[in-house]
């Protein structure tokens, strides 16, 4: 593979393409007319305009990103996260152009793809998984009847769902009818498909998932759990590994589950399967990633793999150079996402211009992203600013070095999580590492991020005032009090 064109734009496209120039590959890079002079097209070898802004005109026109592809000489179509990265019939037109598709098969992301097929899938191997029913439901009786008979509250998910879209938690009966209703629009409205099935809501869950590599020789390992719990609207803005909660044995199990769900669909490159986890620690299988994750940065932290790298190679027929044995946990790694979003008011995107972009430094943090000072927050893509990541020893020293790198990250014209961040890492449920998935709703208010941050200005304030009194006292003349010296004088 001598020429990889990178699907995609951003952070992740500059991350993958540092590993690409790495191994010695060739990077082309394609973007919307608004990404122009955007990192990652700047550093890529090549570079080409998909369209406008809209990512409809742009980044998800896979027959226009091939096309270009084929015309470039390109060996392989890496597609990061997001947009086509999950799309199976972008990766068989890929594959049918005789372009290696960096990624899973085509097969084995339509499997994965769907929840209920998914579901179907990992019976064979008795992961355990969430008492419901495992197919499509349509009729509202019988649907009222299943859940009845599951018991209240359930869980009302899309199949083809995702980012907590098409999902609806029904806590009484009378509820019901209304929430499948919701759920059903919203699942089409979404992914054009309103298939819906139902199954018990796990109070208290904990998301826990786990990262696999899988080459095309049958060697399945798995990189160890992450910790996925806080999350604003289904979705994580903190991650972390390994998780505070799990036990050697129960990463073991767990680890076993995630290699033999990959086992069931054929898997090769990374992924992610994802696993609901109860109050008395046992887990339920989710669903499957057939990507590369946002949060894969914390993986390689603790376990020195180049996922990236690890995908290429495997897309290029090359056995994995490492065993589960080889794999070990080293220290601990936390990842902040760093968005353009207001957590004062309900987390809703900010737009505007990066008037100030100064990056933390220092040992054990990393950052992963695609913007520099002056550059525009658009409201056409995904609001994600950065990957922010602190590594130490232990989980202690991991969330201190996390504190200090939030302090240090200095952004400007935007509204950004960085507050949240801080008001994570030094709350006692993150600290005791007693939380769920419900975090926000129990724990925060934007009202609290008020209150710390005026105690702040109130303390600068007073720093300040103490340092011009201070100042004042060095620099203020002498009175001109009458000393026996004058009075001689006189």
């Not at 419901?132 to 199949?159: M, N």
């Not at 590594?391 to 790198?405: D, S, V, W, Y």
């Not at 600290?431 to 769920?436: E, I, M, P, T, Y």
Request: with cysteine; charged share 25%; proline share 4%.
């Amino acid at each position: 593979m001598k020429k990889i064109l990178v699907a995609n734009r951003g952070e992740i496209a500059l991350r993958i393409m540092r590993t690409v120039r790495k191994m010695g590959i060739q990077s082309v890079a394609v973007y919307s007319d608004i990404d122009r002079n955007s990192p990652h097209v700047l550093f890529a070898d090549e570079a080409v305009c998909l369209g406008a802004a809209p990512s409809s005109e742009s980044y998800l026109n896979g027959d226009k990103i091939i096309a270009f592809a084929k015309e470039l000489g390109v060996d392989g179509i890496h597609p990061g996260y997001g947009f086509l990265s999950e799309n199976a019939v972008f990766a068989q037109k890929v594959e049918d152009a005789g372009i290696i598709f960096i990624g899973p098969s085509p097969e084995a992301m339509r499997i994965m793809g769907s929840k209920l097929a998914a579901k179907e899938c990992v019976k064979k191997y008795n992961i355990p998984m969430v008492p419901g029913i495992d197919k499509a439901i349509e009729d509202i009786a019988l649907a009222k009847k299943t859940a009845k008979q599951i018991g209240y509250p359930i869980l009302i998910k899309a199949s083809a769902g995702g980012g907590g879209k098409g999902m609806r938690i029904v806590e009484k009966e009378a509820d019901f009818e209304e929430q499948m209703h919701r759920a059903v629009s919203e699942a089409t409205a979404s992914f054009g498909d309103g298939s819906v099935f139902i199954e018990k809501y796990v109070t208290s869950p904990r998301h826990i998932e786990v990262q696999v590599v899988a080459d095309k020789f049958g060697n399945i390992v798995h990189g160890f759990e992450r910790e996925c719990s806080i999350q604003r609207r289904h979705q994580k803005v903190v991650e972390e590994t390994p998780s505070a909660i799990i036990t050697p044995e129960l990463r073991e199990q767990i680890g076993d589950a995630a290699v033999m769900v990959a086992k069931s669909c054929n898997y090769t490159s990374t992924g992610t399967v994802e696993f609901l986890m109860d109050d008395q620690l046992k887990f339920y299988f989710l669903e499957m990633n057939t990507r590369l994750q946002v949060e894969h940065a914390v993986s390689e932290m603790v376990t020195g793999l180049d996922l990236v790298e690890e995908q290429i190679r495997i897309a290029r027929g090359e056995k994995l150079s490492f065993t589960q044995e080889d794999l070990v946990l080293n220290g601990h790694a936390i990842e902040l996402r760093v968005c353009a979003e207001d957590p004062l008011n309900n987390f809703l995107p900010s737009i505007g211009t990066l008037t100030k972009y100064i990056q933390p430094t220092g040992e054990g943090i990393r950052v992963d992203d695609g913007y520099e000072e002056g550059m525009s927050i658009s409201i056409y893509y995904d609001p994600l600013i950065a990957k922010l990541v602190a590594h130490g020893k232990t989980r202690t020293e991991a969330i201190q070095k996390m504190l200090q790198a939030i302090k240090d990250y200095k952004i400007e014209g935007v509204a950004t999580t960085l507050p949240f961040g801080t008001f994570v890492f030094e709350h006692e449920a993150f600290l005791s590492g007693n939380f769920d998935t419900h975090f926000v709703k129990n724990y925060y208010t934007p009202e609290k991020i008020k209150e710390k941050q005026k105690a702040n200005a109130e303390i600068a304030a007073m720093i300040a005032l103490k340092y011009w009194m201070d100042k004042q006292s060095i620099t203020q003349p002498a009175d001109h009090k009458t000393t026996s010296w004058k009075r001689r004088l006189a």
